[in-house]
């Protein structure tokens, strides 16, 4: 494998986890929006990942985000009869995000992200000292 493809790997698994980052700090922005241009409360959304293979071998090239999808949990349903959102019956129907799962998950897309970042700068250390050898 080229020292270098390691870079583009790297890279790729960057852009995949920015977006996943972007992803959840939506949905942290909207824990509370009751309503959305679609109609209803704020539809939490999650990145889906997917391998980019090199070659019949098998070796990964990478990864990149295959899809947004929408979490299909039915809303929170919460009794606050003075929420100018509420039906006749007093009940409000709030977005379907749990704060401690989405910070779990921005947690992990951090050490992801960090991950990535050391095995870039490792793969570039790697190629100093080799230049270094050969002076």
Known sequence: MDIFRTFEISASALVAQKLRMQTITSNLANINTTRTPEGGPYKRRDVVFESVLMD?????????VRDVVVDQRPPR???????????KNGFVRLPNINLVEEMVNMMLATRAYEANVNSFNITKNMILKALELGK
């Open 77 to 87: 349903v919460v009794y606050d009869p003075g929420h100018p959102d509420a039906d």
């Open 56 to 64: 019949e071998s098998g070796y990964s090239e990478g990864v990149r």
